[in-house]
């Protein structure tokens, strides 16, 4: 009985932080909408469509204990940037993200690597010389997870939670010609232990190329 209340005390935890996230990424969105309308000038409303990789440096902070040593992944994915007016824009991206931690414990390697599909909605603020300000919420979502010790590697997806809820900072600059480059550090907000009461987090620091199909 206990175990069911927590599991219920669990789910609406999770419905609760999504509703928050989606309500602040609409307020974002209505912001950004609004400033383009009072915007009158020459730039219009359009998409643009792109590509991105890059390098991630990955750990987990884990309650009371702190953070074990950051590992190393990549990111690969596309976006849209929705121009909305000559300074403001929306950026949803569709990315898989390699992330986790490593140890070593008795001179035994431990490493856990989390595999997610992560898509971030981003307000972006644009200066005229290419540089671009950006933030916004994340949700990721855990494809599998593996724990590798030694020359072991053990499937361990049932022991991480499937929804991960971040915040995304970060700043880019793009040529002419589309192609960028950009950093970020996510911040993981939600708890993703699914096996104890110990808030485990991810944290994230990414740093790529993208590529923007320019407007014609």
């Not at 990955?58 to 000559?86: E, M, R």
């Not at 931690?101 to 290419?130: C, R, S």
Request: proline residues 2%; hydrophobic residues 40%.
């Amino acid at each position: 009985m206990l175990f069911d209340q927590c599991r219920l005390t669990n789910y609406h935890l999770k419905q609760t932080m999504m509703k928050k996230i989606l309500v602040i990424t609409a307020a974002v969105a209505g912001f950004l909408t609004a400033s383009a309308q009072s915007h009158h000038d020459r730039y219009s409303t359009h998409a643009e469509f792109g590509v991105k990789a890059g390098l991630n440096i990955a750990n987990l902070h884990v309650q009371n204990t702190g953070s074990p040593d950051a590992k190393l992944g990549f990111n690969a994915g596309g976006l849209a940037h929705i121009h909305l007016s000559k300074h403001f824009a929306l950026q949803p991206e569709i990315m898989y993200s390699g992330q986790g931690a490593k140890q070593t414990v008795a001179n035994t390697d431990y490493k856990t690597n989390l595999h997610y599909i992560n898509v971030p909605v981003l307000a972006q603020f644009m200066v005229d010389d290419g540089f671009r300000i950006e933030t916004g919420p994340q949700l990721g979502i855990l494809a599998s997870a593996r724990q590798k010790v030694g020359g072991t590697s053990t499937d361990v997806k049932d022991s991480y939670k499937t929804a991960d809820f971040a915040w995304v900072f970060g700043l880019g600059y793009i040529t002419h010609m589309g192609l960028g480059i950009d950093a970020r550090y996510n911040l993981g907000i939600s708890n993703i232990n699914n096996v104890s009461s110990t808030n485990v987090n991810n944290r994230v620091f990414q740093v790529g190329l993208f590529y923007q199909f320019r407007k014609m």
